[in-house]
Nanobody, 119 residues
């Protein structure tokens, strides 16, 4: 009964900031890589940022210097701080985590949260 619950999306104007949160809960042995993906209408889902269990990060070129991914391992939570938001950032954002349970490791996905950036 592992689940990821996202929060923090909303409607903002260009140049403003949002922080997304995603918390994993359930019968978890450990959480490995975590990441944020986004999908805009008419576009493919793309990786925005990822973070390893040790804290190593990776970002899409389009968000480098503006977004920061971080995690709180004791809380099994990943964050995405989004600064200097642009209309092109408008999308549904999904968190993803590779989670080890008693028997297996597999991907879990959050429910998605809408981020809308107006001009």
């Amino acid at each position: 009964q592992v689940q990821l619950v996202e929060s923090g999306g909303g409607l903002v104007q260009a140049g403003e900031s949002l922080r997304l949160s995603c918390a994993a809960s359930g019968r978890i042995f450990s959480v490995n890589d975590m990441g944020w993906y986004r999908q805009a209408p008419g576009k493919q889902r793309e990786l925005v940022a990822s973070i390893t269990s040790g804290g190593g990060t990776n970002y899409a070129d389009s968000v480098k210097g503006r977004f920061t991914i971080s995690r709180d391992n004791p809380k099994n939570t990943v964050y995405l701080q989004m600064n200097s938001l642009k209309p092109g950032d408008t999308a549904v954002y999904y968190c993803n985590a590779k989670i080890l349970t008693i028997l297996t490791t597999r991907d879990y996905w959050g429910q998605g949260t809408q981020v809308t950036v107006s001009s």
